[in-house]
């Protein structure tokens, strides 16, 4: 298992558009994705269980990744993390 955590920096937080973005690019592997805020831990391939955690800016978010793609999930969900400009590696 690998984890990587992240400040979001983003006025809006991770609202109902980028959620969206994140939860198809972990879709797209076959580990598990924990998306983690504040103690609270939810299934990332959930669209669902990422906007019930109303992550606003500010909010530091850990992705727990554990599977046989484990590396290139945690890359790609990354990647849009930046791509999307919602925030920075903490």
Do not use: R, W
């Amino acid at each position: 298992m690998i984890e990587k955590s992240f400040k979001i920096t983003a006025e809006t937080g991770i609202h109902a558009q980028s959620a969206v973005y994140l939860v198809n690019e972990a879709i797209k592997y076959s580990s598990n994705v924990i998306l983690e805020v504040e103690g609270k831990k939810i299934n990332m391939k959930s669209i669902m269980g990422v906007m019930s955690l109303g992550v606003y800016q500010g909010a530091v978010i850990t992705l727990h990744v554990d599977g046989s793609d484990e590396t290139q999930a945690l890359a790609g969900i990354e990647n849009q993390i930046y791509n999307l400009k919602l925030g920075k590696e903490y």
